[in-house]
T-cell receptor, first 113, second 115 residues
Framework: GENVEQHPSTLSVQEGDSAVIKCTYS??????FPWYKQELGKRPQLIID?????GEKKDQRIAVTLNKTAKHFSLHITETQPEDSAVYFC????????????FGQGTTLQVKP | ETGVTQTPRHLVMGMTNKKSLKCEQH?????MYWYKQSAKKPLELMFV???????ENNSVPSRFSPECPNSSHLFLHLHTLQPEDSALYLC??????????????FGPGTRLLVL
């Protein structure tokens, strides 16, 4: 079945360093890849997304890259800050599969001051 | 933060109880979703409703029964649950039904504990 693998499961970085989270997906028809951030005790919130017609997208300190051939996409956070500490989820969706996002297992990011 | 609301925020119930979770979205969206979030597991899609019609039922046990009376409200009726059903239940909504390319906005969740 459809599957999204996310790595690492935990990531600890020093404030100011960069963090990279990687996901691979199995359904080659997937064409929408959002990233959600979930702070402790709060709801998941979309931080960035990318569609299959684009290879890279950037929004201030966060960027996402997509390699459709290899079926993987990555989240890059530069100049990390303590408030970036949260669980990050990647997901893959397919326009032909109504509403169904397949989520990765999540990465717990800890940014140490 | 008030676009999608859920009540109650916390619920403790016995295995013989019947309870309902409520979700309301104030975003004018046409699609609504129920997800289950358990520790150490990915978000699991349970149900998708589009324009009040169920379009996805992700092999969820019948002890979970959804209801969508209109495009702004979504319920999850619970009966004879098991302890392994304890989890955070998240509601989400999106603008349109035309595939998984729409941003989904999540509610704060209901933390359910089944004793």
């Amino acid at each position: 079945g459809e599957n999204v693998e996310q790595h690492p499961s935990t990531l600890s970085v020093q404030e100011g360093d960069s963090a990279v989270i990687k996901c691979t997906y199995s359904d080659s028809a997937s064409n929408y890849f959002p990233w959600y951030k979930q702070e402790l005790g709060k709801r998941p919130q979309l931080i960035i997304d990318i569609r299959s017609n684009v290879g890279e997208k950037k929004d201030q300190r966060i960027a996402v890259t997509l390699n459709k051939t290899a079926k993987h996409f990555s989240l890059h956070i530069t100049e990390t800050q303590p408030e970036d500490s949260a669980v990050y989820f990647c997901a893959a969706g397919t326009s032909s599969n109504t509403g169904k996002l397949i989520f990765g297992q999540g990465t717990t990011l800890q940014v140490k001051p | 933060e008030t676009g999608v609301t859920q009540t109650p925020r916390h619920l403790v119930m016995g295995m013989t109880n019947k309870k309902s979770l409520k979700c309301e979205q104030h975003l004018g969206h046409n699609a609504m979703y129920w997800y289950k979030q358990s520790a150490k597991k990915p978000l699991e899609l349970m149900f998708v409703y589009s324009l009040e019609e169920r379009v996805e039922n992700n092999s969820v046990p019948s002890r979970f029964s959804p209801e969508c009376p209109n495009s702004s409200h979504l319920f999850l009726h619970l009966h004879t649950l098991q302890p392994e059903d304890s989890a955070l239940y998240l509601c989400a909504s999106s603008q349109d039904k035309t595939g998984a390319e729409e941003t989904q906005y999540f509610g704060p969740g209901t933390r359910l504990l089944v004793l």
